[in-house]
């Protein structure tokens, strides 16, 4: 049976177009038309003025760092429920990642825990110098807390929104929140480049600072002038062409990724023991994955034997992600609260949620979890065997 999986890459004729057209014009280079207008497109269906596109989500998140300041021993508090990119850019500048959990009726950072973790550090003194929200498998972390709770404490905002793409926060695009956003164009997000990134601001000069420090600080001079110590974290523009039609597919992958989520929240809706991750009444999500949560003791097996009874059925499907206060390259930082997420860890699933699923390969995925129900009793020898 052919393999379902999570979220992949679904590009068309239009991408291919696009890509080929770029190359005939042999803009096969760090620049070109296409990657300027990538940026300015993305720009504006985001709602900022101003992109500068990356090599990915996580360059753009190095440099949103190092542009605002943060350095050796800063302390810069994230959410404990992510992946491990918005930890490992902290380190990149020499911070200490705090983490903080998450909420359980949204999966994000915990707004009363960031302001008991910022109050804590206040007292102490220790110099927070940023907080890294998270915009959880497309929802978006609670903004209207979170920069009320930021505000007190004079600590700015950087959203990585890799995952949220066409989310929306009371209205408001994922994206536009603090002072800049980091966004994700790896193989599995809701649009792809196979791999790319965007860092989008309302300041234009710290985009511009981003640019040139994506493009190893160079000034213009005949001999290549640099004051200070740069990156090669540009997009290339062949991948840029490929991002621009993407971006025009936007409005239908975020339209059919909902639609999973919905068909699935209908087929669970009458198993006892399995619920989806809660939308935020705040905003809607773009439901890049579907999550599940799986009570064992109603449902009869656990999130784990469902999982190995998908990939038995050759369907792909991935815990949510260890906390970061779990992993052992962070486990010795420090953490506020953290249960949360270690429950989500343990009972929630992340289930095949791409745009390209096919009705009957969504069916397949809804069938194996009922049979799991079904099996409960036996699922343990099927899966052994
Ligand atoms: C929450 C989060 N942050 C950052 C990243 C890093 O993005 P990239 O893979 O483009 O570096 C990702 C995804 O890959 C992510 O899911």
Redesign the pocket.
């Known amino acids: 049976m052919k393999r379902i999986y999570l979220s992949p890459p679904h590009v068309g004729e239009l991408e291919r177009r696009l890509l080929l057209a770029a190359f005939d014009s042999n803009w096969i280079a760090p620049v070109g038309p296409d990657l300027d207008a990538f940026e300015r497109e993305f720009a504006e269906d985001v709602g900022v003025p101003h992109a500068v596109a990356l090599s ?4 753009a ?1 190095h440099l949103a760092l190092l542009v605002l300041g943060v350095g050796r021993g800063d302390r810069v508090i994230t959410s404990t429920l ?2 491990a ?2 930890a490992n850019a902290i380190t990149y500048v020499g911070a200490i990642p705090v983490f903080v959990d998450v909420s359980r009726d949204t999966w994000t950072i915990d707004p009363d825990l960031l302001n008991e973790e910022l109050e804590s550090c206040a007292r102490s003194g220790a110099r927070v110098a940023a907080v890294v929200t ?1 915009d959880l498998y497309g929802q978006c972390a609670d903004y209207d807390r979170i920069e009320a709770v930021c505000r007190r404490y004079g600590v700015p905002i950087i959203e ?1 929104a ?2 949220a793409l066409g989310a929306t926060y009371h209205g408001r695009s994922a994206g536009t929140f603090g002072v800049c956003a ?1 966004f ?3 193989g599995n ?1 809701i649009i792809t480049t196979s ?3 965007m860092l989008a601001s309302h300041n234009g000069d710290l985009v511009e600072r981003v640019r040139h420090l994506s493009t190893q600080a160079r000034r213009h001079a005949p001999h290549y002038q640099h004051d200070e110590v740069g990156f090669n974290y540009g997009l290339s523009n062949l991948l840029a062409a490929l991002g621009r039609g993407q971006l025009q597919t936007l409005p239908d992958k975020l339209t059919r990724r909902r639609l999973v989520n919905q068909s699935y929240r209908v087929a669970f809706a009458e198993l006892p023991g399995i619920a989806l991750m809660p939308e935020a009444p705040y905003g809607r999500s773009n439901c890049w994955l579907t999550c599940i949560i799986v009570e064992p003791p109603l449902f009869g097996v656990s999130r784990e034997q469902i999982r190995r009874h998908l990939e038995h059925r050759n369907i792909e499907s991935r815990p949510v992600w260890k906390p970061m206060h779990l992993q052992p390259a962070f486990e010795h930082c420090d953490k506020r609260g953290g249960a949360v997420a270690e429950e989500l860890f343990e009972k929630a699933l992340c289930l095949p949620s791409g745009s390209s699923l096919t009705d009957d390969e969504q069916d397949r995925v809804i069938a194996a979890i009922e049979e799991c129900r079904a099996l409960a009793g036996t699922l343990e020898r099927m899966v052994a065997r």
């Open positions: 990915s989500g996580t360059a998140l992510t992946f990119a918005t998270v990585d890799a995952e980091a994700s164009f790896n997000k791999g790319g990134g």
